[in-house]
Each structure stands twice: as C-alpha cells, then as structure tokens.
C-alpha cells in the first residue's frame, strides 16, 4: 500500500480545505475565467502544503515525495480541472529544480515565498514555434557583464497573468541545442516582460493561460538555477513530477466521473427501465472502473519508485500516456451515457470533457510519450544523421 495514515491524514487536511474554500466558488471562476491564486495560494502556504517534499530551510515540509503524491492526487477532490493546475504549477512544474539545483542565495529569494504563497510561479517552457520540440526554443539570454539580457517568447503560460515569476528556459550558449540552455528565475514585474490577454480556452477555464513576451530583459546572472548551460537536463528531471502530476491529479476525477453517471443513469429512464440497467451501460462502465484502478497502480508504483530515486523515465511517461487517454475515454463514453444533457454545461460531466482533454497535450503529448517509451524499450528507430547531428548526440527524444 503506498499510503500510510500519515499520508491520508494529510489527503484529509486537504479536502476539508477543498470543501470550504475552493470548491463552493469554482462554477463562479469558471464563469469568470481566473480564480484568486494569491489569495488561494497563500492559505494553502498557511498549510504548509505547498512544499510538501521541499527543503525545511526554506519553509518546506521535507517529506519524501510520496507525501507530494498524495496532496497531487487529493486535488482531484476540486470540481475543476483549472485550479489544481495552476497549483501543480506551482509545487511540480516550475519549483522542483529551483528546490534541486538553485543556489541558498536564488532559493531564499524565489522558492521560499513561493512555498509560503507569497508568490505565484509559472513555468516559461513553450513558444510559439517550439512546444514538443524543447530543443528548438529561440529565447536567448545574452551575457552582458554581470546580467542576462533576454529576448523571445514564452506561449501557453499557466499563471502567467498572475506569476510574480517564471522558471524560464532559455539559450545561454551555441552548442548542441541539448548542452546550451539554463533555467532562469524570472520576475514578472521586470522591465521588458509584458504579457497578452488571457487566452480564450476550451477547458481549464479558471486559470489564466497567456503568452510572455520578453524585450531586452535584464535580470543578474545569479537568478540562473544551477549549472549555466544544464538547463536542459534540469527541464527534463522537471518533466517527470509534471508526468506524474498529470497522472496522479485525474485519478479521483475519473472516479467521479463514473459514480456520478452510475447516479444519473440510474435514475434516468427510457423504454421503460433505468438506463443503468441496460448490460451494454453497467459492463462498460465496470471495464473503465477496472481500467482506473489498474492506472492508479501503475501510477503508485511510478511514485514508489521516484520516490526511493530510481529512474522513471519510462515509467512516467508510460502513467503520463495512459492517463490522457482513459480521461478522453471516459469523459466521452460517460457523456454519452448522460444523453442531451451531457451536451449541456450545467452537467459536471461537460466540464469534465473540456478539462481533461489537455492531458494529452500539455507537458508532452502523446506522441511524444510514445516516442520517450519506444527509445526506453530500445526500439526506436535512429533519426537521421543531420538530425543527430542538430542535437549532438544519438537518437535523443526531445520531450
């Protein structure tokens, strides 16, 4: 069992938090388009969750990741998928490295405000021209004495309209595009940052999503996470708690998905008898429950083993997969099941729909998981020679 009473004492402090103060106001934010992250942010900072597998020195609870396993799979509690979103962004996506590489100095400054919810983060990965392909981003910081000056783009910012700062991944060298990057911890409010108006989304409606624009921005060499030029490895170890995350936060969702068209199709009746009782409904909806819990094992024993620091690439990657498509999988044969009023945005199953669809987009698609696992297996195909040439190595998978 890979939850201890401790860990769901923990889930249990969560989800009274869940209860009363996120999730009476999600319709609303939903509605709106944002949600308050500072405010949200901040009391869950009081909670200490926030930091749960980060460093004490800096405000963190220190505990081993199976603890941040269980807060991540507790989200899937809020009746959205947008918020807890914007807060994995927050523990799983843009502070693990700063927690793992960052100097005393860079933590005290940017991951110790973040854990106590003082600040909000986002994570600056993406551009317009460079999503799946991380080794083609164009942003560079440019040496210029003691600074970084930065120049490009930043596209699908969660948080964006609200971070304080970005964990930006940006050109630091000329070398092969995997050996030239660094991770840069960037305030928002520095001159030359601005932002586009939030983006009019499908699903995930209550977090704000943006593109960063960057002009001539100049921070101190010092705000750079770790080794110059390692960025790209550090971004790379990122990916696998954003993997994880993304496998962890749909578990309960999906769980809820299935009980409640299991309510409405028993109550709901046509020909006579409830929908419920048609054996094509009842068995479909028994194989996807199997299929959850047999994703829920796999994706607990890709924790076990991140945990005890074994290598997870593939397992990851494999949970990362597996979850986008059982969410689409289920999201859309349980709307079916809700008839015309799974069509209509009063239902929860709607929000569902819309919200889940990004997991086989965001922080690696599909694709892109399947191409990690074919090279984990050893058979993928080797890329051609200018290609290897591009990444100056063999057969690297960008990610």
């Not at 009019?200 to 705000?223: C, I």
């Not at 859309?332 to 729909?353: H, K, S, V």
Request: hydrophobic share 40%.
């Amino acid at each position: 069992m890979l939850y201890t009473e401790e860990h769901l004492a923990l889930q249990a402090t969560l989800s009274k938090f869940i209860t009363s103060e996120i999730n009476p106001h999600v319709d609303e934010w939903e509605r709106d388009g944002g949600f308050p992250a500072h405010e949200i942010f901040r009391k869950l900072g009081d909670l200490s969750l926030l930091g749960i597998n980060k460093p004490v020195e800096y405000g963190g609870l220190g505990l081993p990741y199976s603890y941040q396993a269980a807060f991540v799979e507790g989200l899937g509690e809020i009746g959205c998928g947008a918020v807890p979103m914007a807060i994995g962004v927050q523990t799983d996506m843009a502070t693990p490295a700063l927690a793992k590489h960052g100097s005393d100095e860079l933590r005290d400054e940017f991951l110790k405000p973040s854990i106590a919810g003082e600040f909000v983060a986002c994570l600056g990965v993406s551009e317009a021209g460079a999503g799946s392909d991380v080794a083609t981003i164009a942003t560079t910081a440019r040496k210029d004495g003691d600074d970084y000056v930065i120049n490009g783009n930043k596209m699908w910012t969660t948080n964006g309209y609200q971070a304080d700062w970005m964990c930006l991944l940006a050109n630091t060298g000329e070398g092969p595009v995997h050996f030239n990057k660094s991770l840069i911890c960037l305030p928002m409010k520095t001159k030359g940052v601005s932002t586009s108006q939030k983006f009019d989304k499908l699903g995930m409606r209550s977090s704000d999503t943006v593109q960063v624009f960057l002009d001539n921005v100049r921070v101190p060499q010092r705000y750079r996470i770790g080794a110059e030029d390692a960025g790209f490895a550090y971004q790379m170890e990122q990916f696998q708690e954003e993997r994880l995350y993304g496998a962890l936060s749909c578990l309960h969702g999906m769980d809820r998905a299935i009980a409640n068209t299991i309510a409405y199709t028993g109550q709901r009746v046509a020909f006579g008898r409830p929908i419920l009782h048609n054996q094509v409904v009842h068995f479909r909806l028994a194989e996807l429950a199997t299929e959850v819990e047999a994703l829920r094992s796999l994706v607990h024993r890709a924790v076990a083993e991140y945990a005890e620091g074994k290598n997870i690439v593939m397992l990851a990657s494999m949970a990362k997969l597996k979850s986008g498509r059982l969410t689409r999988e289920i999201a859309d044969a349980c709307l079916q099941y809700y008839g015309g009023m799974g069509y209509m945005n009063e239902t929860p199953i709607t929000r569902f729909w819309r919200d889940t669809r990004l997991l086989s987009i965001g922080g690696g698609a599909d694709e892109i998981m399947l191409g990690i696992i074919s090279k984990e297996m050893g058979i993928l195909p080797l890329r051609r020679a200018q290609d290897r040439l591009r990444n100056g190595s063999s057969g690297q998978v960008d990610a």
